[in-house]
């Protein structure tokens, strides 16, 4: 269970790190920094979405 917490807390503080950035600097930031905060976003929940399919797979653990 621990290792499982562990694969879901990553991608989740980039969400959350990526995210507070983008709505934070909005104003100031080039849309190419917008555009990869956004990618690092999808990347991370890409991420999380294999983390949770493998989790739930028949025999995984």
């Known amino acids: 269970m621990s290792m499982a917490s562990h694969e879901f807390r990553s991608p989740l503080s980039q969400i959350q790190l990526?995210?507070?950035l983008v709505e934070r600097y909005y104003q100031r930031l080039d849309q190419d920094?917008?555009?990869s905060h956004?990618?690092?976003i999808r990347?991370?929940?890409n991420d999380m979405?294999?983390?949770l399919n493998d989790f739930l797979?028949?025999?995984a653990y």
């Open 38 to 40: 956004l990618q690092k």
């Open 57 to 59: 797979s028949p025999g």
């Open 49 to 51: 979405t294999d983390t």
């Open 33 to 35: 920094k917008i555009l």
């Open 43 to 45: 990347m991370a929940v």
């Open 18 to 20: 990526s995210a507070s």
